[in-house]
Each structure stands twice: as C-alpha cells, then as structure tokens.
C-alpha cells in the first residue's frame, strides 16, 4: 500500500483508480489505505479478463439479469470444474458492473471470513452511502453476519431506485473452521435487504453452507451442464486470442501444420 500511495503521489492519480477505475461510485475509498487483499485481487481480475474475447460467457450474464429483472433480490452461484471460467465470469461481471467484489484466493492466504466481511463492508459503504468509510476502518470488527447485514440495510436504505451488486469467488477456498457450524459461508445473510443481488462461485455445491430465505431467489448455474455453449465460447476465445496476438497465430498454425502431417 505504501509503494501504490507513493507512486500515485508522483503521477498525481487517486490510488483508486487503480484498483476501480476513474469512478465516482469507489471515490470514498481513495481516503483509505488500500490493503493487500484489494491489490491482490485486482491484480488477479485483471490477468482474468485481459484477453477475453468481446461477449464471453453472454449466456451467463443473460440469464442472471432475466433473474434480476423478476427478483427483488437474489443469489445467483455459478459452479463448475476447476479451469471451467468461474473465476473469468466472476471477474468480467465484476468490472462489467462495477460491482462490490471479493475474491478469495487460497495461494494468497486470502481465506479468512473477518477479512472478506470487512473488505466488503468498506467497498458497501463507500459506494452506496454517505458513511465515513475512514471512521468505519478504524473502528469496525467483522467476526459474525452481524455488520454485514446492518451495511446492506444502510446501502439498500439509500438507494431505493437502484441495484447493489456483490461478487464473490471461490467460496470454496474460504477457510470456515472457525464459524458456527450451522451459520453461511462467510457469514452470508440468509436475507437480503430489496435490491441486493450477489453472484457467488464455488468449484462444489455439495458441501456449500448457504441457507437462504424462502423469499430470496436462488439460482444455481453448472457450467458443465452447457456443453455447446463452452464449446463456442472456447472457439471464439480462440479466434479472437489469435487475432490480438500475430506471433501466437504464426505458432499455433505451426503447430496445426504438424498434427495434420503426422
């Protein structure tokens, strides 16, 4: 943090428009010291969606804003194999939409519920409400749902006309050995307040601790159950791999030439 703060001194830029981009939603965060955990996976985000190709994975986000348009608020998980793009959707939706995101990242040590719930709490605030995010680093503690259930009210409670959207990957990763036994993954409230939607991902459902109430819509997406639409969307990644990259094109039609002469 200190070397992101030091260099956006000497360029005169707000550190988080490196992280969020130069928008007006995130400004209250440049008041803070950015942490690692926010570094770290906006430096991932970023390797994740450089080459993707233009309408990646439309079917996904179509499907999930025809649930939001008929929801008041839901939870939308996408699960998949390792390798199959959850972390790519996560990550594209993400910056689409400017949302609210965590991304936990087991080889980093970003596993730890209090720090999920925190760093989203400070995203929550600064982007939806007129809260002194400062004030809040300073003084909040995130062990328990409690927090983030009070900053979801809060958000909700001041925009009434829009929409607070919250990724979070890999819920799989998330190091749970020190919650309740019978409390959500994170802490995740069972109930949203109107107009909170939030897209998780998880390489299993099998063992996900995720209870929500009946009046919450809930949509599970498995990748592998879109075999034809994987496969045109691993076409076109290629083609479009290919047209950004002449040395890669000049290898793999090298590489195509050999297969077809053995």
């Known amino acids: 943090p200190g070397t992101i703060d030091s260099i956006c001194k000497r360029l005169k830029i707000d550190p988080v428009d490196i ?17 690692n955990a926010a570094d770290l996976f906006e430096v991932h985000i970023a390797e994740r969606i450089e080459h993707c190709a233009p309408n990646s994975r439309k079917f996904i986000f179509d499907r999930i804003a025809k649930l ?18 959850k972390t790519t959707i996560a990550a594209t939706y993400a910056v689409e939409h400017e949302c609210v995101r965590h991304f936990n990242i087991l080889s980093d040590g970003i596993t730890q519920p209090d720090r999920a719930l925190r760093n989203l709490c400070l995203q929550i605030l600064a982007a939806y409400t007129q809260e002194d995010v400062v004030d809040f680093a300073n003084q909040a503690t995130a062990n328990n749902g409690s927090l983030l259930q009070t900053v979801l009210k809060k958000a909700s409670d001041c925009n009434p006309g829009g929409k607070i959207e919250i990724v979070i990957n890999a819920l ?9 036994d019978f409390s959500n993954v994170l802490y995740l ?28 819509a809930r949509e599970l997406i498995d990748l592998s159950s879109y075999p034809s639409e994987n ?23 090298e590489w195509c030439k050999k297969q077809k002469e053995k």
């Open 19 to 35: 992280l969020w981009g130069p928008s007006p939603r995130f400004s209250k965060l440049s008041k803070l010291c950015l942490t």
């Open 68 to 85: 939001q348009e008929s929801a008041t608020s839901s939870y939308v998980i996408i699960t998949g194999d390792p390798g199959a793009g």
């Open 172 to 180: 799989d990763e998330v190091d749970v050995r020190g919650q309740d």
């Open 189 to 216: 409230p069972q109930t949203l307040p109107p107009r909170v939607h939030m897209l998780l991902s998880t390489r299993r459902t099998k063992d996900l601790r995720l209870h929500t109430s009946s009046g919450i």
């Open 231 to 253: 496969e045109n969307d691993a076409t076109e990644y290629l083609a479009f791999r290919l047209s950004e990259d002449n040395d890669l094109a000049v290898r793999f039609n």
